[in-house]
Structures are given as structure tokens and as C-alpha cells.
């Protein structure tokens, strides 16, 4: 089979097959790839941040303050506040949080978001949830169940943690004074 190649190689037919053969695979790997890497913000710890993540937290964060500001953000307030990496250091710190929290096997259930979800005042209807309502005021905020069951449990996966943390930091008074004795020995 090599020698039928060889011998036909000389061949200006097989050149052109072979010739576009390698410009589809060069192109074709190189849009593939660029693709990808484009889509990528920014990775922590192995875990990527993708472009869409970022642009769909951007709307969010631009649809809260206008609704702060009653629908008309101040001009510049936006560069003053750095919104980009406002945006940013809160899906590096999401992503931060989910890690830490995987790691020491921190879980958050569907049915804990589910009772969170059930308490929230604003979607029930004389002290009841209604389902209808949940839904519209999602629609109106430009969100779908899925993306705020998403924010719920998050919510939740950082408020575990954060007891977590904050549970086992009791310093006792003599813990309190060693460590102030160490920081100011000469």
C-alpha cells in the first residue's frame, strides 16, 4: 500500500487530493481550538470559568443595579465600580467556595433548596407558595427556575461553609494572650 502511494505521489490529481486534505485538518483543528480556548475566561484550580458564565453574571449584576438605580445607571458608576472584575473575582470566589466545599464533602440537597425556596415571602400567595407565582416573578427578573435553584444552592453551599469555618475558630483568653505575647516579644 506505501509503494502505491510512493508510485503515485509524482501524480498532480494526488497532490491536490493530499494538498486539500491538509488545509482542511490545519484549518479545521486550528478553528477548533481557538474555539474552545476563546470560550474559556479563566481557569482556578483546573476548573474552567467559560465566556457565557461570565457575560450571563455580567446581566445580572447590570440588571440589579439598574434596578437599584431605578432603571437608569448613573454614567460612569459602571467604571467606578470596576463591574468587570467585580464580576470576575465573584465567579472566582463561586468557584472557590464549590471546591473548598466538594473537598470536605459539603453538600447542599435539592430538597434543602426546595425548603428555601418554599419560605421565600415573595412567592406566596396568602402565606402559601404558588407555584404560578414563583414562575412569573422569575420570568420578570429575566431568570428560569434552573439558574435560580442554581443560586439558591450556592447560596446555601456558602453559608455551610462558612459555619463550618466559623465553628471550630474559638479562641480561648490564654490562646488570645500567647499569640499577643509571641507577635510583640524583641
Known amino acids: 500500500m506505501l509503494n502505491t ?3 503515485s505521489t509524482g501524480s498532480w490529481l494526488i497532490k491536490f487530493i493530499l494538498g486539500v486534505i491538509v488545509v482542511v485538518f490545519v484549518f479545521w483543528g486550528v478553528g477548533s481550538f481557538r474555539s474552545q480556548r476563546l470560550n474559556v475566561l479563566t481557569k482556578v484550580n483546573d476548573e ?3 465566556m457565557e458564565s461570565y457575560r450571563l453574571a455580567h446581566a445580572n449584576m447590570l440588571d440589579n443595579y439598574k434596578q437599584m438605580f431605578g432603571g437608569q445607571i448613573p454614567e460612569g458608576f459602571l467604571d467606578r465600580i470596576d463591574i468587570k472584575q467585580q464580576v470576575l473575582n465573584g465567579l472566582i ?3 472557590l467556595i464549590r471546591q473548598a466545599a466538594s473537598e470536605m464533602g459539603i453538600l447542599v440537597s435539592d430538597t434543602e433548596v426546595q425548603n428555601i425556596i418554599l419560605e421565600i415571602s415573595a412567592f406566596k400567595r396568602n402565606g402559601v407558595f404558588d407555584q404560578r407565582l414563583y ?3 422569575l420570568r420578570g427578573a429575566q ?3 434552573a ?3 442554581a443560586q439558591v444552592r450556592q447560596r446555601l453551599l456558602t453559608d455551610k461553609l462558612q459555619a463550618l469555618l466559623s465553628s471550630g475558630l474559638a479562641v480561648t483568653e490564654a490562646e488570645a494572650r500567647d499569640h499577643y505575647m509571641f507577635e510583640n516579644e524583641e
Open 147 to 149: 439558574v435560580f435553584e
Open 5 to 7: 502511494i510512493r508510485k
Open 135 to 137: 414562575e412569573r416573578s
Open 143 to 145: 431568570l428560569t427556575p
Open 48 to 50: 474552567n470559568i467559560l
Open 93 to 95: 470566589n463561586e468557584t
